[in-house]
């Protein structure tokens, strides 16, 4: 679980910081209409540990999994919050990812503090290895109030 959690963290980064014209195409990828995303809100522990919320509703894809990663960005610096293992069955569905930015692998992350914020999910889907590439299913990105924790 925790190789699918990275995955989904790297693949989340990926995407979100790709070039522009990358992320645009990335975004305008045709979905099937009942796979959605959607955020929710964020809180911020006082030891930096920031978990992230949302919904999502995704059909069958067998021989694939599909992950939920998410980014938390405040004042332009996004910050990857760790990765979700979906269940696509058609029904909705919430998520809740947590992670612990840190600077140099021991501090957290001076970046991130309470108040305004915006959140990115994003739905991806790959073969149970990891390959080929994550493919984005579906995004979301929405303004959040980073509330203590």
């Not at 979100?16 to 995303?37: E, F, H, K």
């Not at 692998?105 to 970046?111: A, D, E, H």
Request: charged content about 15%.
């Amino acid at each position: 679980m925790r190789k699918l959690r990275t995955l989904a963290a790297v693949a989340t980064a990926m995407i979100g910081l790709a070039t522009p014209g990358a992320a645009a195409t990335a975004a305008t990828a045709p979905a099937v209409p009942s796979d959605a995303v959607s955020v929710t809100g964020g809180t911020l522990a006082d030891d930096g540990t920031v978990t992230l919320t949302g919904g999502y509703r995704c059909t069958e894809r067998p021989g694939k999994v599909v992950l939920i990663g998410s980014n938390v960005i405040q004042d332009g610096h996004p910050e990857s919050i760790g990765g979700f293992k979906a269940q696509c069955d058609g029904t909705d569905r919430t998520w809740t990812n947590t992670g612990r930015p840190m600077t140099d692998g021991r501090r957290p992350s001076p970046l991130l503090r309470t108040g305004p914020a915006t959140v990115k999910a994003t739905m991806l889907t790959m073969g149970p290895n990891g390959m080929p590439l994550p493919q984005p299913i579906a995004t979301a990105e929405s303004p959040v109030e980073l509330l203590a924790g």
